[in-house]
């Protein structure tokens, strides 16, 4: 009867105010971690002045370019609706939102650290999902004149090396031509004989 009580003890102690307290706190840190200031750093990354107030070589100057006519790609996209840096910025679905917003985090700590590097290098390769989330019927049309967005997942399944969809499409690149989307015609035929000389033969 003495080991029911005190085992009846031990169980009530879980509910005691410290345990309650420390539940309580962990469930709040968890919501205001993991929910609310994630969900606040987004609003404010749907905001370019916001992006371009840390990165500030040569983003500041992209930012700039966004506001009057298009000179390049990006400046292009924001002519057409695809105004904020976090739309091209980010993979798709909210996962790829989310770990762009994490990205910026570790940004946001380098830069107030005082070891941020200016201009800003892109550590990770831009992936072709940020393009495909408004692009994806790009490979869709089988004909000659669209040869190298139809056979480009072929090379880049034979050679590391590959092209991307920023190989040719520089988004912030100034050199390119209006009348053919923007696009540095020496560059872009450059990385078609890469093409043509990996897979061209096979």
């Known amino acids: 009867m003495v080991k029911k009580l005190g085992r009846a003890t031990k169980s ?25 200031i994630p969900f606040t750093a987004m609003q404010f990354e749907n905001h370019n002045s916001f992006c371009a107030s840390c990165h ?19 400046s292009f996209h924001e002519s057409k609706g695809a105004s ?3 739309d091209c910025h980010t993979g798709p679905t909210i996962i790829g939102r989310y770990g762009g917003l994490m990205a910026g985090a ?11 590097p200016q201009p800003a290098a892109l550590e990770v390769p831009y992936p072709d999902a940020n393009c495909l989330k408004c692009h994806a019927d790009i490979a869709q049309k089988q004909e000659f004149n669209n040869h190298f967005h139809v056979f480009l997942a072929r090379w880049q399944a034979v050679d590391k090396n590959a092209a991307t969809c920023v190989s040719c499409h520089a988004s912030h690149d100034s050199t390119g031509a209006v009348k053919i989307g923007y696009l540095n015609e020496k560059a872009t035929v450059a990385i078609c004989q890469q093409c043509h000389s990996s897979v061209g033969g096979e």
């Open 12 to 36: 009530t102690n879980f509910w005691s105010r410290k345990n309650i307290l420390l539940f309580g706190g962990a469930a709040l840190a968890v919501i205001v971690f993991g929910l609310v």
């Open 56 to 74: 500030t070589q040569d983003e500041e100057k992209f930012y700039q370019q966004s506001l009057v006519a298009p000179v390049d790609l990006a």
């Open 84 to 86: 904020r840096c976090i």
């Open 106 to 116: 570790t940004d946001l700590i380098s830069y107030f650290s005082g070891h941020y």
